[in-house]
């Protein structure tokens, strides 16, 4: 069980003042330990990201995702050396699979990076999900933070491999690059409803195998049927409402040809389109920002479109200041952030300092008598939080 912490959550140890000096400092070694500080949610975790707040805003949050197979890692590190030939510092949080029988990483995408992890200017760290769903681990933002407040100029997050439910980089990366592969056409429809719905780009990697055109023509297509005015009053598929997405991401033309070439985007209009119409938003009565997702093919073992990339995520970046959606997508991750706050701390004084968990304890007979229900438990917990 962990140690409460009874300062003030903005109050520093003082054995973290030292850390925080070297890691203002620039020291490589203190960022590691400053990371582990926060991935542990060790006592004083919530100080030390509260001295490193006013710091954070201006690195570039990249998110990596897709299904197993896609080649994020490889396509992760082509990215790194891109962003370093243009002198940009860079950091990689790589989340792996937990392992079964240590509870940490599995550190193959570390493995894949060997050759950019010795660099200096390139820091990347493996986390473990620890069971959390949803690609990510449960501090990976806080992670991210703490690589923002250290200086870099991007952070990519690659998540593990992930499906329809595992969404959770929407929500933690500025842009978020969804990698498919040729093989990956059969799966689309499994994936349309959750994984096909954050991408604010689409990469098919591996384009040199056969599909790869044709699985790109089969992501424009769903991406106007999803997005296009025929299906607006049809409910969305899963229970998913895609309405807000589509909205954002509406595609600027109805047919657009898929090109060939690797080094260009098969939505060739996208990115640089600066006049794309913007729908009204019937329930806030203003214009929604559109950016048009381009769809880019790749072959990152060898580089080939992956230039092209980086310039896409460039506009991309632009077009989020330019647009304001820079600013909405942080605001609402700060919202999330607190939120999580609030309830990890409510979740501490309910189970750990108002007798929660002798509460529950005490009841368990009489719900296995039938007596009493989970919810009156929890309404007795509630109410010592309140009391």
């Keep these: 069980m962990m140690e409460h912490d009874a300062r003030a959550p903005d109050q520093l140890p003082p054995q973290y003042t030292r ?15 400053t990371i582990s500080v926060v991935e542990d949610a060790r006592p004083g975790f919530q100080a030390i990201l509260s001295a490193l707040h006013p710091r954070i805003g201006r690195a570039h949050r990249l998110g990596i ?25 860079v950091a990689v949080i790589a989340v792996d699979p937990t392992s079964p029988f240590t509870g940490g990483a599995l550190l193959g995408d570390r493995i894949r990076m060997n050759d950019a992890a010795r660099d200096r200017d390139v820091f990347i760290r493996s986390m473990a999900t620890r069971g959390s769903l949803g690609g990510l ?17 991007r952070i990519i997050i690659e998540t593990v491999g992930v499906g329809q439910s595992e969404l959770d980089i929407a929500a933690t990366a500025d842009s978020t690059v969804v990698v498919l592969v040729p093989e990956s056409g059969d799966s689309i429809q499994a994936m349309k409803a959750g994984l096909m719905e954050i991408a604010d780009l689409f990469v ?29 009053n049809v409910p969305a598929h899963h229970g998913v409402d895609t309405t807000r997405i ?8 109805a047919n657009v ?21 913007e729908p009204v938003n019937e329930n806030e009565h203003e214009p929604v920002p559109v950016w048009p997702i381009p769809v880019l093919l790749t072959i990152a073992e060898t580089g080939d479109g992956v230039p092209r990339l980086v310039e896409t ?11 304001g959606e820079l600013s909405r997508r942080r605001r609402a991750r700060l919202a999330d952030r607190v939120r ?16 929660g968990e002798e509460l529950l304890a005490g009841a368990l007979d009489g719900m296995e008598a039938g007596t009493l229900t989970p919810y009156e438990v929890a309404a007795r917990i509630v109410r010592a939080v309140a009391g």
């Design 19 to 33: 850390l925080l000096e070297d890691f203002t400092a620039g020291s490589r070694t203190a960022l590691a330990r």
């Design 65 to 89: 995702t897709g299904p197993p197979g896609a080649g994020k890692s490889t396509l992760t590190a082509a990215l790194i050396a891109a962003f370093r030939a243009h002198g940009e510092r």
């Design 137 to 153: 681990a449960t501090t990976t933002g806080e992670v991210a933070d703490t690589l923002d407040a250290f200086g870099f100029d």
């Design 204 to 232: 098919v990697n591996k384009a040199d195998r056969p599909g790869a055109e044709r699985l790109a023509r089969e992501i424009e297509l769903m991406l106007h049927l999803r997005h296009g005015n025929t299906l607006r």
């Design 246 to 253: 589509a909205a954002r991401h509406a595609p600027a033309k």
């Design 257 to 277: 040809p898929v090109n060939a070439n690797v080094n260009e985007p098969a939505h060739a209009n996208a990115p640089a389109n600066a006049n794309v119409s």
């Design 313 to 323: 995520l460039e506009q991309h970046r632009s077009w989020l200041v330019g647009s």
């Design 340 to 355: 999580d706050a609030v309830a990890r701390s409510l979740a501490r004084t309910a189970w750990h300092e108002r007798g």
